[in-house]
């Protein structure tokens, strides 16, 4: 009972308040705090660790596919910010701008980068002149500034953490096929790592990038049916090239501009995670992401044969590399047993005199709470499995709850209902701009994707009537 | 004659003139590229890469000492930087300043971090409460600005990338003992990564950091006999843990403030490995930085037995881990060995058809040119051990150098004439701020720092003639 008062004390239910659930998790599970800037947050060690693991798998997919890393400046003059007209009035509105520097007023105000297509483009036109210099597959891990109204932790910044990848290529095709690969790039990491299963497919006119030809999204669904776009490609075609004047000699001895891509995933995933897997008694982390996977809580730590028998455990749970931790504090273990599932550790082990005499251990899922014995002698040689399908468990369960909250609209009250509790109304849409804008006006729902297969289930728009062209998906996002 | 030719257009000798030489190296080994806005440098792959490899191995280090990665905001309110005096004074000159977010003009204006102590600081306040939470031992990686009028790539930029870490601690003692350990902790970077001899010692109150008790630093001498500061650590006592009220409950029941350190190290780094042990054909990289490890040229790529041979030493060399490349393009044998000097490889490997008769490859040390043969079959094996004793050759050089380029002084003018042209004047110092300012003034040599063994070898300071009391460093410096 003390326990369960603690929980209760400790943390927000989902239903009663999903957006207050959300922040109760972020801070106490350690993951951030504010700082003395709206819209600027801190990492703290355990939030912060969740990323370096994302960014480890993520720089090895990147260097693996033929892409190389580099730093870019944080600073882009306010003059070669005005190139890309589209790209400007995108993200204009929004930019935190320098104006003073060693006590003197700049000339030329810089604008703290937001994201770095002109910076890229520029570096790019002195970079290269033949058809051998290309393609040009460039990436950087770094922080950026939106200058944003409304912000949440992870999810909306005014700062943010990201990697952005920036590439040029000879031919059309082979830059539409990058923009592509890329998506898949992240449609794996949600698949191999964060247990997330994404709806993939192509963004509407109305909602792709500014000064992009073509934007890819993926799109998470979190528990309260709103969905997350958590991570874009784009295909540029020669817009930026052009406006940049990115030239090169091909062997055919003409000069020409080449096409580019970009594609980013951020500190938002972090918020994915949260809103995808956790549960009212806090963050529920996949496997592959958690900072620790195992945390062992000893009953009596002053008892010798506990002692040997977590020394024994941490040893052989390390030759696997997996990444374990002990709680030797003098709290008890039923607050330790709280504390590790607020902060979402995938396995707990329990390590005490009873089951040790018997050469046992028990072992709890995070996941739903399971509770196992084992033998102590070789539990450490199965862990690796047993996270392996503790990811899976949550990757099949989070599929299974986005498959049940999609559902095929024909008539615009059946759009109208689905999107406003039940998820995504995939939808027959007739391609005009007017219609996503009387739904969002109607229902605040968007447009988030046009899936790569097209095929119609109904031959007219929900909105207009009009002859249906396009199957999209719509919902709340955050 | 025609690979002569090319080195000789392709970079300035160091003793035709050095600072040339330099910007010739970091520009023609691909290291990094000018930006639109001065001092905001593009790290290029090769130059990022080395980047890469020096955060691999302190972030290890860090992570191994018990430090936790964390990520701090980009931007500090005026308001809030203004707190701690001395620091203030320090750095309010050369800060950058956003003044307009979102269309607006802000407030509070806010200052692009040039360095985090004020952020951190003000993050304590409010994360420590009791004993039991001291230490707390954060770090981060990240970009920093500073606003230079002189500009200089990797030595001094307007923009720099680095790790800055900052603890707290409950008693002054550890605290002190902290900012000796990461000094340790970046001398060894020096000897097991850089091979680079570092001076270590005690920086004077003239040199010391803004709003410091006592900062440490790492020196490291350039082949022009200029010395780099090439890190520092910092004992803050409680002066900003007073002026930001970081409090906490000692176990006593007494509420006191916690004493502070911090200590980083930058892309300064970069600079250093290129004057310390770069030479006229360029680049010369210490073997466990340096992205290419070995870089294989095939004489005659077309023949099968050099495909095959490539192929097999490629696998073996990957096995042992070593960062091996092979350029197959159509330049001539000559251009490789020319651009993989110049880029630093510390060691090539020709396969011809010549050698491969007798089953044997060329390898060529990029450190002194030395050339053998070796048997294909098991040379892989030998890899390692060779990279072990190019980097021992590296370091021992560097030493010798260093070494050879300390001079006891006793006058003034001995003093005047050393660090004119020959690196640094040991020297007897009273401890006066007004002789460290007339050696600056009359030579432009600064107190680089005061060795931990403090062995007087003179009884009077060379300056004023008054009573030696420390033994310090003085050199001009970049």
Request: charged share 30%; hydrophobic share 35%.
């Amino acid at each position: 009972m003390a326990d369960l008062k603690f929980k209760t004390e400790a943390i927000t239910s989902r239903s009663e308040d999903f957006a207050q659930w959300y922040t109760d998790v972020c801070k106490k599970a350690g993951l951030m705090d504010y700082s003395d800037v709206k819209g600027f947050i801190i990492y703290k060690p355990y939030g912060y660790a969740i990323w370096e693991q994302i960014q480890k798998y993520l720089d090895k997919e990147f260097k693996e596919t033929g892409h190389q890393a580099v730093y870019m400046p944080l600073v882009i003059p306010e003059s070669l910010f005005n190139k890309e007209k589209e790209h400007v009035e995108g993200f204009a509105p929004e930019t935190l701008i320098a104006t003073v520097g060693g006590n003197k007023n700049l000339d030329d105000k810089l604008i703290i980068r937001p994201t770095s297509e002109v910076l890229f483009t520029s570096f790019y036109s002195r970079l290269v002149n033949s058809y051998r210099d290309l393609p040009v597959l460039y990436y950087q891990w770094c922080n950026v500034v939106r200058w944003e109204k409304t912000t949440r932790p992870f999810l909306r910044g005014s700062e943010f953490l990201w990697q952005e990848g920036h590439t040029i290529h000879a031919s059309e095709q082979e830059a539409r096929k990058e923009a592509l690969k890329m998506l898949e790039v992240y449609d794996n990491l949600g698949r191999d790592v964060l247990a997330i299963p994404f709806l993939k497919g192509k963004k509407t006119e109305k909602e792709k990038f500014a000064g992009a030809e073509e934007t890819y999204s993926i799109e998470a669904l979190m528990h309260d049916k709103k969905a997350l776009q958590s991570g874009t490609t784009h295909y540029f075609g020669q817009g930026f090239t052009k406006a940049f004047n990115v030239k090169y000699l091909d062997s055919d001895g003409q000069i020409k501009n080449p096409y580019q891509t970009s594609w980013g995933v951020s500190t938002r995933l972090i918020g994915s995670i949260i809103m995808v897997h956790g549960d009212d008694n806090g963050l529920v982390l996949p496997p592959y992401v958690a900072p620790i996977q195992v945390i062992i809580v000893p009953i009596k730590y002053q008892d010798e044969n506990v002692r040997n028998a977590c020394n024994y455990l941490i040893k052989e749970l390390k030759k696997f590399n997996i990444r374990v931790d002990i709680d030797t504090s003098d709290h008890t273990p039923g607050w330790k047993f709280n504390e590790y599932e607020m902060k979402g550790v995938p396995l707990r082990i329990e390590v005490g005199p009873r089951d040790l005499k018997d050469g046992k251990i028990t072992f709890v899922k995070r996941l739903n709470n399971e509770k196992n014995t084992a033998e102590l002698e070789d539990f450490a040689l199965n862990v690796p499995t047993l996270l392996k399908e503790i990811h899976q468990e949550m990757y099949d369960k989070a599929k299974e709850f986005l498959l049940n909250s999609i559902t095929e609209v024909k008539t615009y009250d059946e759009l109208k209902k689905v999107v406003a509790s039940e998820g995504y109304a995939k939808v027959c849409w007739c391609g005009d701009e007017k219609c996503e804008n009387k739904i969002k006006l109607d229902t605040n729902a968007t447009s988030r994707c046009m899936p790569f297969e097209q095929e119609l289930f109904s031959d007219t728009c929900p909105v207009c009537g009009k002859k249906a062209k396009y199957v999209v998906y719509f919902a709340k996002a955050y």
